[in-house]
C-alpha cells in the first residue's frame, strides 16, 4: 500500500514539475515526454489524468507544432477524458479547467490540424454551454469556453466547420452546435459562404422539414440571404415557396414557410417587398381557407392551433411588410385585395383563448395597413368594413372591432374627423349595449376620439 501510494505521488510531482525542470530542452525532449505523458490519460485515477493533461499542455504550449506526430495518440485521449468530466454528476471543476486549459491550447496552436477530431470538439463546447460549475470558477471556465468557440468560428476554414457541424449536429441534434454554427456563419467570408451555399441552403431545408431547432434555421437562413446575390435570393425565395405550397394545405409547412418570410423580411427590410406580390396572393387565400365559417369538415385541436398559429404568422408578416413599404406598393389595387380577407379575420371566432391570441396581432395589422395606404379614399371602405364587424353576434368580435376603431384613431390623429361621421351612428348604437365589456370598450373608444379629435359634444350632436 505504501509502495503504490508513494509511486502514485511520485507520478503527479514528475508531471507537476517536469516542465519547470527541464526547462528549455529540445522539441525532442517535450515530445519524449509527451508520449510518456500520453500513456497515463487512460489512468483510472483522474488526479493522475489531471496531473498528465497539464503536463500535456505544457509540452504542448512549449514546442507547438512540433508535437503534431503525437496529436493522433494523445487528442482522442484527451476529448474523452473532457467529456467525461462534462457528464459526470459530480462538479469537479478543477479537473475540468485543467482539461479545457489544454483543449484551447490544442485549438489555437494547431487549429489547421485538429479538423479529423473536429466533430468531438465542437461537441464538448455545445457541452461546455450547458455544464453547471462552482461558483468561485464560473468566469475562468466561461471565459476558456468562449476563447476556444471564437477560435473555431473565426479561424477554422469554413467548409471544414460546415461539414463538422453537420456530422455533431447530425448525431446530437443540440441547439448549442447549431448556435456555434451561425456564429462560424457571421465571421465567414462571403465568397466562401456563396461557395456552399447549395449545401448550405439543402441542409437547412431538411431542418425545415422536421421544425426542430426552427429559429436556429432561421437565423442561418437570414444570414445567408443577407450574402447572396439578387438572382441567387430570388431562386432561393421561389424553392421556398414551392417548398411550402406544391403539397396543399400543409399546416407545418405553411407555418415554417411564414416564419421563415417573417424573419427574411426582418433582415432585408424593404429589399423584400419586390416579393411580397406572391406572399400576399398565397396570404389571402390561407386566410380566407382557414376561416371558421370556410374550413369544411372538423379538425383535430393540433390542427385548429396550428392554423391560428399560421394566421398570427401571416398577420406579422403583413405589418412588416406594411412597415416597410417604402415604394407604394400598397396601393388602391392591393388595398381591394386584401381589406376585406383581412377585416374579416376579425369575425374567425373560434373559441376565447386563440380569438385573444390572433387578435393581439391582427390590430396591429390592420392600424399598419391604414398607415402604409395613407390616403383617406382607402381608409374608409376599410374602415366601413371593420364598423360593420361591430354588429357581429358574437361579443368578443365587437370588442375586437371597437379596439380597431380605436387603435385607427390613434394612429391617423386629427385625420380620423373625415371617418367620423359614419362612425358616429355605429358608436351611438354601442352604447346601450347590453353587454359590459362592449359598452365598456365602446365608452374607451369614443373617449379616445375625443382626446384625438378635441371635441367632446361629438356624441351629444350625434343624439340631437
Known sequence: MIACLTLTLFRRTTFRYCPGILGNHSAETWTTILSTGVKFLASSDISIRCEAISCLTTVIVTVKTSVLPRLPEFLPGLLEHVHQLLSGKAQDTASLLTAIDA??????????????????????????????????????????????????????????????????????????????????????????????????????????????????????????????????????????????TQDGLQRKKLLTFYQIVERLTDA?????????????????????????????????ESDRQTETDVLITILDVLTRFFKYDTTGYFNADQCDVLNQPLVDQLDNYREPESYKRLVEHLIPAI????????DDSLWKPLHYQVLLKTRHDEAAVRVAALQSIESLVESMGESYSNLLPEAVTFLVELSAEDDELVEAQCARTKATIEKVLGDSSIWRNAVE
Not at 277 to 294: D, Q
Not at 367 to 374: A, D, E, H, K
Open 103 to 244: 483543449l484551447e491550447a490544442i485549438v489555437s496552436i494547431l487549429t489547421a490540424f485538429i479538423s479529423p477530431q473536429l466533430p468531438k470538439i465542437l461537441a464538448i463546447v455545445a457541452q461546455c454551454a450547458t455544464k453547471t460549475v462552482q461558483p468561485t470558477l464560473k468566469d475562468s471556465f466561461s471565459g476558456k469556453v468562449v476563447r476556444i468557440r471564437g477560435i473555431l468560428c473565426g479561424d477554422v476554414p469554413f467548409r471544414v466547420m460546415f461539414g463538422a457541424f453537420k456530422e455533431t449536429y447530425g448525431a446530437l441534434r443540440q441547439t448549442e452546435v447549431f448556435s456555434i454554427f451561425n456564429d462560424s456563419l457571421k465571421k465567414a467570408r462571403t465568397g466562401d459562404i456563396l461557395s456552399m451555399q447549395r449545401e448550405i441552403v439543402d441542409f437547412l431545408f431538411t431542418v425545415f422539414d422536421t421544425r426542430e431547432d426552427l429559429p436556429s434555421a432561421l437565423d442561418a437562413l437570414s444570414l445567408v440571404a443577407l450574402r447572396m446575390p439578387e438572382s441567387s435570393f430570388k431562386g432561393l425565395f421561389m424553392k421556398l415557396y414551392q417548398w411550402a
Open 268 to 300: 432585408l427590410k424593404h429589399l423584400f417587398i419586390i416579393y411580397a406580390a406572391n406572399v400576399v396572393s398565397h396570404a389571402v387565400t390561407i386566410m380566407s381557407a382557414f376561416h371558421v365559417e370556410k374550413s369544411a369538415g372538423s379538425i383535430s
Open 367 to 374: 392600424t399598419g395597413f391604414s398607415v402604409c395606404l395613407n
